[in-house]
Protein backbone atom coordinates (compact mmCIF):
# COMPACT_ATOMS: atom_id res chain seq x y z
CA UNK A 1 0.00 0.00 0.00
CA UNK A 2 1.45 3.74 -0.63
CA UNK A 3 1.04 6.17 1.69
CA UNK A 4 1.77 10.10 2.15
CA UNK A 5 1.76 11.20 5.14
CA UNK A 6 2.48 15.30 6.04
CA UNK A 7 3.31 17.25 8.92
CA UNK A 8 3.15 20.31 9.74
CA UNK A 9 0.87 23.32 9.26
CA UNK A 10 -0.69 24.89 11.58
CA UNK A 11 -2.02 28.66 12.75
CA UNK A 12 -0.21 31.66 12.25
CA UNK A 13 -0.76 35.21 11.41
CA UNK A 14 -0.55 37.30 8.26
CA UNK A 15 3.22 37.75 7.41
CA UNK A 16 4.43 34.70 9.05
CA UNK A 17 5.86 31.54 7.98
CA UNK A 18 5.13 27.46 8.15
CA UNK A 19 7.03 24.84 6.74
CA UNK A 20 4.91 21.52 5.29
CA UNK A 21 6.81 18.33 5.16
CA UNK A 22 5.51 15.61 3.01
CA UNK A 23 6.98 11.10 2.82
CA UNK A 24 5.73 8.73 0.39
CA UNK A 25 5.97 5.06 1.85
CA UNK A 26 4.99 1.49 0.61
CA UNK A 27 4.82 -0.01 -2.83
CA UNK A 28 6.12 2.30 -4.89
CA UNK A 29 8.39 1.82 -7.79
CA UNK A 30 8.97 5.44 -9.58
CA UNK A 31 7.64 9.18 -8.67
CA UNK A 32 6.96 11.09 -11.54
CA UNK A 33 5.94 13.82 -9.60
CA UNK A 34 5.26 15.11 -6.38
CA UNK A 35 3.58 18.21 -4.51
CA UNK A 36 0.72 20.25 -2.74
CA UNK A 37 -2.36 21.22 -3.39
CA UNK A 38 -4.93 23.12 -1.31
CA UNK A 39 -8.75 23.65 -0.82
CA UNK A 40 -10.23 26.23 0.84
CA UNK A 41 -13.38 26.46 3.31
CA UNK A 42 -16.07 25.98 1.12
CA UNK A 43 -14.38 24.99 -2.02
CA UNK A 44 -15.60 22.25 -4.26
CA UNK A 45 -11.87 21.07 -5.29
CA UNK A 46 -8.06 20.95 -4.77
CA UNK A 47 -5.53 23.68 -6.39
CA UNK A 48 -2.27 23.03 -7.25
CA UNK A 49 0.29 25.13 -5.05
CA UNK A 50 3.79 23.88 -6.42
CA UNK A 51 4.76 20.47 -7.89
CA UNK A 52 8.22 18.89 -8.45
CA UNK A 53 8.41 15.97 -11.32
CA UNK A 54 11.32 13.78 -11.20
CA UNK A 55 13.49 15.82 -14.01
CA UNK A 56 13.38 18.87 -11.28
CA UNK A 57 10.57 20.35 -12.83
CA UNK A 58 8.80 22.72 -10.44
CA UNK A 59 5.11 24.38 -10.97
CA UNK A 60 3.71 27.30 -9.02
CA UNK A 61 0.35 28.64 -8.76
CA UNK A 62 0.53 32.49 -10.06
CA UNK A 63 -0.76 33.71 -6.41
CA UNK A 64 2.23 31.92 -4.25
CA UNK A 65 5.35 32.09 -6.84
CA UNK A 66 8.12 34.56 -5.11
CA UNK A 67 6.39 33.41 -1.58
CA UNK A 68 6.86 29.78 -1.62
CA UNK A 69 9.00 27.37 -2.29
CA UNK A 70 9.19 23.65 -3.18
CA UNK A 71 12.15 20.98 -2.15
CA UNK A 72 12.62 17.68 -2.26
CA UNK A 73 13.51 14.79 -4.85
CA UNK A 74 10.70 12.41 -5.85
CA UNK A 75 14.15 9.31 -5.88
CA UNK A 76 13.64 10.28 -2.45
CA UNK A 77 10.16 9.96 -1.74
CA UNK A 78 9.79 13.59 0.02
CA UNK A 79 8.79 17.40 -0.75
CA UNK A 80 8.30 19.92 1.59
CA UNK A 81 7.09 23.04 1.21
CA UNK A 82 8.31 26.90 2.52
CA UNK A 83 5.68 29.47 2.73
CA UNK A 84 6.61 33.00 3.44
CA UNK A 85 4.55 35.97 3.84
CA UNK A 86 1.37 34.06 4.43
CA UNK A 87 -1.50 35.77 3.74
CA UNK A 88 -5.34 35.18 5.39
CA UNK A 89 -5.93 33.81 1.59
CA UNK A 90 -3.84 31.04 1.79
CA UNK A 91 -6.18 29.42 4.47
CA UNK A 92 -6.64 25.96 3.63
CA UNK A 93 -6.27 22.72 3.70
CA UNK A 94 -3.03 21.38 2.27
CA UNK A 95 -2.71 17.95 0.84
CA UNK A 96 0.22 16.25 -0.44
CA UNK A 97 -0.42 14.35 -3.98
CA UNK A 98 1.90 11.95 -5.92
CA UNK A 99 1.95 10.48 -8.98
CA UNK A 100 3.71 7.51 -9.00
CA UNK A 101 4.00 3.32 -10.14
CA UNK A 102 2.83 1.38 -7.86
CA UNK A 103 3.93 -2.29 -7.45
CA UNK A 104 1.12 -4.35 -7.05
CA UNK A 105 3.10 -7.93 -7.75
CA UNK A 106 5.89 -10.04 -9.39
CA UNK A 107 6.58 -7.37 -12.57
CA UNK A 108 3.18 -5.85 -12.19
CA UNK A 109 3.02 -1.98 -11.74
CA UNK A 110 -0.25 0.73 -12.41
CA UNK A 111 0.07 3.96 -12.38
CA UNK A 112 -1.95 6.46 -10.23
CA UNK A 113 -2.71 9.97 -8.11
CA UNK A 114 -2.23 9.56 -4.93
CA UNK A 115 -3.48 11.61 -1.49
CA UNK A 116 -2.18 12.48 1.86
CA UNK A 117 -4.67 13.17 4.51
CA UNK A 118 -4.55 16.67 4.46
CA UNK A 119 -3.31 19.33 6.73
CA UNK A 120 -4.71 22.61 7.82
CA UNK A 121 -3.26 25.87 7.29
CA UNK A 122 -5.38 28.76 8.81
CA UNK A 123 -4.02 32.62 8.13
CA UNK A 124 -4.99 35.05 10.45
CA UNK A 125 -5.19 38.57 9.55
Known amino acids: QVQLVESGGGLVQSGGSLRLSCVAS????????MGWYRQVPGGQQRDLVA????????KYKDSVEGRFTISGETAKRTVDLQMNDLKPEDTAVYYC??????????????????WGQGTQVTVSS
Open 51 to 58: RITKDGLI
Open 26 to 33: GSINQIND
Open 97 to 114: SAVLWEIIGPNQQRSGRF
